[in-house]
């Protein structure tokens, strides 16, 4: 069981890329998902969440209006679009899986990265002036 993220690369500040991270093993499809990233030197951070049922999506306020995360359960796959980026959010961006999403919950339960119990292997992201 794991989770692949890709889609990750060189980009120029005001551009845009699309992160996907790609579940195997068994179905990820009533788990909620999230994607976090790590600056050099920084603590890794909350980006964006997707509840269990796709019907809540949860962003970091750096990133509200930017970034949209989505999920095509069919395929097993989590993206995060990302637009206008930013030189701040170069990182190497990660995505989790949290198999026993409370429904109900919000922003506070799932941007807390001790929810997540799979974690992918992370894709970087740069962002050039």
């Known amino acids: 069981v794991q989770l692949q993220a890709s889609g990750g690369g060189l980009v120029q500040a005001g551009g845009s890329l699309r992160l996907s991270c790609v579940g195997s093993?068994?179905?990820?499809?009533?788990?909620?998902m999230g994607w976090f990233r790590q600056a050099p030197g920084k603590e890794r951070e909350f980006v964006a969440a997707?509840?269990?049922?796709?019907?809540?999506?949860f962003y970091s306020d750096s990133v509200k209006g930017r970034f949209t995360i989505s999920r095509d359960s069919a395929k097993n796959t989590v993206y995060l679009q990302m637009n206008n980026l930013k030189l701040e959010d170069q990182a190497v961006y990660y995505c989790?899986?949290?198999?026993?999403?409370?429904?109900?919950?919000?922003?506070?339960?799932?941007?807390?990265?001790?929810?997540?119990?799979?974690w992918g292997q992370g894709t970087q992201v740069t962002v050039s002036s």
């Open positions: 997707i509840s269990r049922t796709g019907g809540s999506t």
């Open positions: 093993g068994r179905t990820f499809s009533r788990d909620a």
């Open positions: 989790a899986a949290n198999r026993n999403a409370i429904l109900s919950a919000g922003l506070s339960y799932h941007s807390n990265e001790e929810v997540y119990e799979l």
